[in-house]
C-alpha cells in the first residue's frame, strides 16, 4: 500500500477507536447525569451524594459477584435494587425535612450526606480499593474493521441504552412518568391533580439511583476495581453532563453524557492526560458563564 | 459622658484580656512549657479560626455559599513561599504577597460567579477551587504534585496571634458599619436591597475579596509552619472541613465561628487516629445542624461588648 | 412637569404578553393610581420602572433622563423607592436597621474609615442614625426600633417598608398594595399618611391598590390595566363609571 493512504487509514482508525471509548464512557456518564437532572427537576436539589451512591452500587455488584457468584447481569439487578431502597431512604431522613428550606441548606446536607457515605464505607470496609478477581470477567476483544472492541464495551453501550429506553418509555408511557414530568412543571398544581407528591418524588430518587447503581456496576466492570472514593470524581463530571446538556432534562443529560465522555477521551488521546480531569472544570465553568441553561436548555424569562 | 468613659474602660479592659492571653501563651513556648504536640495544634487552631471568620464573611454575612476556600487558601501559600523560600524576601513581604495575591484570585473569580445564584454560584466555586489545584498541580516551577519541601519555620505565636487579631477586627468593623449592613441585606433580600440602592454584585465581591485574602494570609502562616505544601493538601475536603466549622458555629455569627474553628481543632488532635470517624462525625454535623439547628450554634447573635456587660454588670 | 414619561412600553414572558403599549406620564406631585383585575400586569410595571425587568421595547424617561436598562441600584439612586406587594423587609436585620439600609448609597465614609475606625466612621454613622430615627419618629416605629423586623405585626410591617423607601430620599415612590391586609381604620390612617408624606416631602406617588376606597379617596387621577394594556384613564369620577372597567372588573355581562 502506498504511505500516504496507509496515514489516513490509521487517522481514522485512531479517531474511531477514540470515539468507541468515548462512547463507552459518555454512556456511563449519561446514566449518571440522568439521576443528577432528575432530581433537580423535581427538586431543585444538587444531590451531592449521588457520585455516592453510584459507588455504593458497584460495591454491592463487587460483593455480589465475589462473595454470592453471580454474573454480571444479576450484579447489575442487585445493585440497582440495592441503590434505589438507599436513595429512597437518603431523601425520606435528610432531603424530606427540608424541602421547604432555603435550597442552600438542601446542598450542605447534601454535601454532609456525600461525606457520610464515602466514610461510613471507608470505616466499615477499609479505603483500600478491592480488586475483582480475574475469572469474573475474561476480557475479550473483537476486531471489527481495524477496531478494537471489547466485550466491556460492548456491554456498558448495550446495557446502557436499553436502560435508557426503559427510562424513556417510563417517563413518557407510566402515569409513574406522567405524575414525576407534572411535579417538576407545577408541584402544587400537581397536588391539586391528586398526585402524591412524597411518593412521586421517593420514585425519582429510586430510578435515578438505580441508573447510578447500574453505572458503578459498569465502572467496576471497566477499571476492575472498587474504592470507597471512586465516586466522587465521576460524580461531578456526570454532574457537568448534566448542566452541560441542561440541567432538569432527561434528554439534555443523555446529550451532556455521551458528549462530555467523547471530549475526555479526545482531550486524553489527543492532547494530555495530565488535564482529562480538567475538561470537565472547563466545560462547567464555561457554561455556568456563558449559558447555565445547558445546550438544550431554553432561556425563558422567569416571571416573578 | 459617662456612657464615653465606660466605652473606653472597656476598651482598655479589652486590650488588656488580649495581651494577657498573648503574653501567657508566649511565655508557655518559650519556657518550653508546651510541647510540640500541643504547639501544633496551637498553630492549627489559630488558622483555622482564621480560615472560619474569613468563609463566614462570605457564606454568613453575605449569604452567598462558597465551596472553593482552599482554594485561596492555596494561592496564598503557594506565593507567600515563593516569596520567601524562592525570591528570598523577609516573610512579612511573603504575607503581604499572601494577600494580594489571594484577593486578587478571589476578584477574578468572583466577579463572573457572584452573578450566578445560590446552588450553582456553589459547584462554580467548588470547580474554582479544583483548577486552581488542578493548575498548581501541573506547573513544573512549584514541583507540580510533590509540592514545595523544605519551607523554613517562620510563623511564630506573634505572628499568627497578630494575623488572628487583624482578621477578627477587619471582619468585625466591616460588619458593624454600613457596609457591614448593605453585606447583610445581600443576604436577606437581594431584590430588595438593589433596590434600596445598593450594587448587589459589587458587595458581594467585596465580601468574597476580603475573605479570599484572609484564606491567603492563613495560607503563608500554614506554609510557614508546616514546611511542605502540595496541591493536594487545598482540595475540596479542606473547604468542606471549613465549611463544617462555619455551619456549626452559626452562618452568621463571627463569635460562633471562632469557637466552631477551636472545638474542630481539638476534636481534629483527638480522632487523629481515626480519620473515619472524624469526617463521618463532620458529615452529621452538617446533616443534624441543617434539619435541626440550622442557626449553627450561634445563630447570628454575637458575644459583644453588650453581653458582656449584661453578664458582669446584672443589668438587664 | 413631568416627573416620568413612559413610552410604548412592552415586556413578554415567554411568549405571553405581560404589558404591551403601555403610555403613561407623572407631573411632579401627582398622586396617581394604578388599578386591574388580578394578573393585568401593575406589578410587572412596577418591575419595569424600577429596573427588576428590561422591558422588551419602549422607553422610560426619569426626570429627563431615560432610565431603561439601568440597574436597579442605579434607579433607586436616581430617585425612585418602592414598596412590595408581598413585604421584602429584611427579616434578620432590626427595624432600624431596615431603615438605616436606605442611607447606605449615600454613606459618608469609606472603607479605610470603616476598618481603622476613623472619627469619619463615627460622624457617620451618628448622622446615619439619627436621620434613620427621625424616619422611624414619623412612622411611629421608633419605641420598637431594636426590635427585629419579622416579629413586627403586618400592619407595623407595612409601614416600615414605607418607612424605609422614604429614607432613600426619592422624587418618585412607588407603593404596591400598600393596604393590604389592613382594615378599615387603618386604611384610612394610611390615607392620611400617603396624603401627609406627599405634601411635606415633596413627592410624586404612584400606587397599586385593591382597595378602592384608598384609590378613589386619594388618588388624583387613575390608570386602569387589564391584560397588559390601559383601557382607561382619567379622574376616579370618570373611571368609576367606566363601562369597560367595570367588565374588565366583574368579567363579561351574564344576559
Known amino acids: 500500500m502506498p504511505l500516504p493512504l496507509l496515514k489516513e487509514v490509521a487517522i481514522m482508525l485512531e479517531f474511531s477507536q477514540q470515539l468507541i471509548n468515548g462512547l463507552s464512557l459518555g454512556a456511563i456518564y449519561a446514566l449518571i447525569a440522568l439521576g443528577y437532572t432528575m432530581v433537580y427537576g423535581i427538586i431543585l436539589l444538587i444531590n451531592f451524594a449521588h457520585g455516592d451512591i453510584m459507588m455504593v452500587g458497584a460495591f454491592v455488584g463487587f460483593y455480589s459477584i465475589t462473595l454470592l457468584g453471580s454474573n454480571i447481569v444479576a450484579a447489575m439487578i442487585f445493585a440497582m435494587i440495592a441503590c434505589a431502597i438507599l436513595g429512597v431512604v437518603i431523601e425520606k431522613i435528610a432531603y424530606r425535612p427540608l424541602r421547604n428550606s432555603t435550597r442552600i441548606a438542601a446542598l450542605i446536607t447534601a454535601i454532609g450526606m456525600s461525606l457520610f457515605l464515602e466514610y461510613a464505607t471507608i470505616f466499615l470496609l477499609g479505603p483500600q480499593q478491592k480488586v475483582f478477581p480475574q475469572s469474573a470477567f475474561p476480557l475479550q476483544q473483537y476486531e471489527i474493521m481495524g477496531l478494537l472492541i471489547t466485550n466491556k464495551d460492548i456491554f456498558i453501550i448495550v446495557s446502557a441504552v436499553v436502560l435508557m429506553i426503559i427510562l424513556q418509555f417510563i417517563i413518557k408511557q407510566t402515569k409513574t412518568g406522567k405524575a414525576m414530568r407534572a411535579v417538576s412543571v407545577d408541584r402544587e398544581a400537581a397536588v391539586l391533580m391528586g398526585i402524591s407528591v412524597d411518593k412521586t418524588i421517593s420514585i425519582t430518587f429510586a430510578i435515578g439511583s438505580a441508573l447510578a447503581a447500574a453505572a458503578g456496576v459498569m465502572i467496576g466492570v471497566y477499571y476492575n476495581t472498587v474504592n470507597p472514593l471512586m465516586g466522587i470524581i465521576p460524580g461531578l463530571k456526570a454532574f457537568v453532563a448534566a448542566v452541560l446538556g441542561g440541567i432538569g432534562l432527561i434528554p439534555g443529560a443523555m446529550v451532556g453524557g455521551f458528549v462530555l465522555g467523547i471530549l475526555e477521551t479526545f482531550v486524553s488521546g489527543y492532547g494530555s492526560s495530565l488535564y482529562r480531569d480538567a475538561v470537565a472544570f472547563g466545560v462547567l465553568i464555561l457554561i455556568l458563564l456563558i449559558k447555565p441553561t445547558g445546550l438544550l436548555g431554553k432561556n425563558t424569562g422567569e416571571k416573578v | ?316 | 412637569m413631568s416627573i416620568i414619561e413612559i413610552k410604548n412600553l412592552a415586556k413578554s414572558f415567554g411568549g405571553l404578553s405581560a404589558v404591551l403599549n403601555f403610555n403613561f406620564r407623572l407631573d411632579e406631585n401627582e398622586l396617581v393610581g394604578l388599578i386591574g383585575p388580578n394578573g393585568a400586569g401593575k406589578t410587572t410595571v412596577f418591575n419595569l420602572i424600577t429596573g427588576v425587568y428590561k422591558p422588551d421595547q419602549g422607553s422610560i424617561i426619569f426626570d429627563g433622563e431615560e432610565i431603561v436598562g439601568r440597574p436597579p441600584y442605579n434607579i433607586c439612586a436616581r430617585g425612585i423607592a418602592r414598596t412590595f406587594q408581598n413585604i421584602r423587609l429584611f427579616n434578620d436585620l432590626s427595624v432600624l436597621d431596615n431603615v438605616k439600609i436606605a442611607a447606605h448609597k449615600d454613606v459618608s465614609y469609606g472603607l479605610l474609615s470603616t476598618i481603622f475606625r476613623a472619627p469619619a466612621f463615627f460622624r457617620g454613622e451618628k448622622q446615619i442614625e439619627q436621620e434613620s430615627l427621625k424616619y422611624l419618629e414619623i412612622f411611629k416605629l421608633a419605641d420598637k426600633k431594636d426590635e427585629l423586623a419579622r416579629n413586627l405585626p403586618y400592619g407595623e410591617q407595612r409601614r416600615l417598608e414605607i418607612a424605609r423607601a422614604l429614607a432613600t430620599g426619592p422624587k418618585l415612590l412607588i407603593l404596591d398594595e400598600p393596604a393590604a391586609g389592613m382594615n378599615p381604620q387603618e386604611t384610612k390612617d394610611l390615607m392620611n399618611l400617603i396624603e401627609w408624606i406627599r405634601s411635606d416631602f415633596n413627592l410624586t406617588i404612584l400606587l397599586i391598590e385593591h382597595d378602592m376606597s384608598l384609590v378613589m379617596g386619594v388618588c388624583e387621577r387613575i390608570y386602569v390595566l387589564d391584560y397588559g394594556q390601559i383601557i382607561a384613564h382619567g379622574k376616579p369620577e370618570e373611571i368609576r363609571n367606566n363601562k369597560q372597567v367595570i367588565q374588565a372588573y366583574l368579567g363579561e355581562e351574564v344576559e
Open chain 2, 1 to 316: 459622658m459617662q456612657e464615653k468613659k465606660r466605652n473606653w474602660l472597656s476598651f482598655g479592659g479589652e486590650v488588656l484580656i488580649l495581651a494577657a492571653i498573648f503574653t501567657i501563651v508566649q511565655y508557655a513556648i518559650t519556657a518550653g512549657l508546651l510541647n510540640q504536640y500541643y504547639q501544633i495544634n496551637l498553630a492549627s487552631m489559630v488558622i483555622n479560626i482564621i480560615l472560619a471568620v474569613s468563609l463566614n464573611l462570605i457564606n454568613g454575612f453575605t449569604g452567598q455559599l462558597s465551596l472553593g476556600h482552599a482554594g485561596f487558601m492555596a494561592v496564598g501559600a503557594y506565593a507567600s513561599v515563593i516569596m520567601t523560600n524562592m525570591l528570598g524576601y523577609p516573610f512579612i513581604a511573603g504575607l503581604l504577597m499572601a494577600c494580594l495575591a489571594a484577593a486578587l484570585a478571589g476578584f477574578i473569580i468572583g466577579v463572573p460567579t457572584l452573578r450566578l445564584k445560590g446552588d450553582y454560584l456553589a459547584i462554580a466555586t467548588l470547580a474554582f477551587g479544583e483548577v486552581i489545584r488542578v493548575v498548581l498541580q501541573n506547573i513544573d516551577a512549584v514541583n507540580g504534585p510533590a509540592g514545595i519541601v523544605g519551607i523554613s519555620r517562620l510563623t511564630t505565636w506573634p505572628w499568627l496571634f497578630g494575623a488572628m487579631l487583624l482578621t477578627i477586627l477587619v471582619v468585625v468593623n466591616l460588619v458593624n458599619s454600613s457596609y457591614g449592613r448593605a453585606i447583610i441585606s445581600v443576604r436577606e433580600d437581594e431584590i430588595a436591597s438593589e433596590l434600596m440602592g445598593i450594587n448587589t454584585t459589587s458587595y458581594k465581591v467585596l465580601a468574597f475579596v476580603f475573605g479570599a485574602m484572609f484564606a491567603g494570609l492563613a495560607g503563608a502562616l500554614y506554609a510557614h509552619y508546616f514546611y511542605i505544601i502540595k496541591p493536594e493538601t487545598f482540595n475540596f475536603l479542606k473547604s468542606f472541613d471549613i465549611l463544617v466549622m462555619v455551619v456549626l458555629g452559626g452562618l452568621g455569627s463571627t463569635t460562633g465561628a471562632v469557637i466552631a474553628a477551636m472545638f474542630i481543632t481539638v476534636l481534629t488532635a483527638v480522632l487523629q487516629s481515626f480519620p473515619a470517624i472524624r469526617m463521618i462525625l463532620y458529615a452529621l454535623t452538617l446533616i443534624i445542624v441543617m434539619i435541626y439547628r440550622p442557626q449553627g450554634l450561634m445563630g447570628n447573635r454575637e458575644l459583644s461588648r453588650q453581653t458582656f456587660g449584661r453578664i458582669w454588670g446584672g443589668r438587664k
